[in-house]
């Protein structure tokens, strides 16, 4: 599963418009960034490329609508999906859609249904701070016929330190975020999610860790225009 690389974190002003939302994600029509995910070993093995398409300033709250396509390893598209970012009243609220739809392309023909919470950031990180939980739940029908309940955890979101990071992309400076994630499906899975974000990028990287503190995978930011 891959869609922990996904997450987001936006820091946005209290009034918001297309140019006070430039802070933790390219609020900019047409702008593009691409994330690839390694296995442990550091193989590619899917590269997911983000393009914001239509803004929507309601004056209080704008409003990025995104399109996320996933290829594997070798270059080949094998899903598209859609998701909307929002920033509000100093918050910034990510669909969790755009993580949780990663690693699922085998239910890509499947309806799905998700409820719970759109994930969180303030206006302001700073080291030492707590975030608060997320929740989201995934139901997947095939022809109304429920297949499978998904529910997924992100507890203990903190942010740890201020640290340089350097990828394909670049060089960025980055506050390094940690927490706690659950996977929830007949059995449960733990792991630990360490993430980097930048200012006007979003994130950086991702490093996911087993219960017992071993590398699973990890995902970079490899492209940015």
């Not at 418009?17 to 093995?45: D, L």
């Not at 733990?190 to 699973?216: Q, T």
Request: net charge negative.
């Amino acid at each position: 599963m891959r869609f922990f690389a996904l997450i987001i974190a936006l820091v946005i002003s209290q009034f918001v418009n297309a140019q006070s939302c430039n802070a933790y994600f390219p609020f900019e029509e047409n702008a593009t960034f691409e994330i690839t995910n390694y296995n442990k070993k550091g193989k590619a093995e899917s590269i997911v490329k983000h393009e914001v398409g239509r803004l929507n300033d309601s004056g209080t709250a704008l409003e990025a609508e995104v399109k996320m396509t996933t290829s594997d390893g070798k270059g080949k598209d094998v899903m598209e999906s859609e998701y909307n970012i929002r920033c509000e009243n100093g918050t910034y609220y990510m669909d969790m859609s755009a993580m949780l739809s990663q690693g699922l392309e085998a239910y890509k023909d499947m309806e799905m249904e998700m409820s719970g919470d759109a994930l969180e950031f303030p206006e302001t990180l700073e080291v030492g701070q707590e975030l608060k939980d997320g929740t989201t739940e995934m139901k997947i029908s095939a022809n109304g016929l429920k297949m499978m309940t998904m529910k997924y955890e992100m507890t203990n979101r903190k942010v740890e330190a201020l640290e340089k990071i350097t990828t394909p992309a670049g060089t960025f400076e980055c506050y390094k975020i940690t927490y706690d994630f659950e996977f929830k499906m007949m059995v449960k899975k733990k792991s630990k999610v360490v993430l980097w974000m930048a200012k006007d990028i979003g994130m950086v990287r991702s490093e996911n860790y087993s219960a017992k503190g071993k590398l699973e995978n990890y995902s970079e930011l490899t492209k940015l225009n």
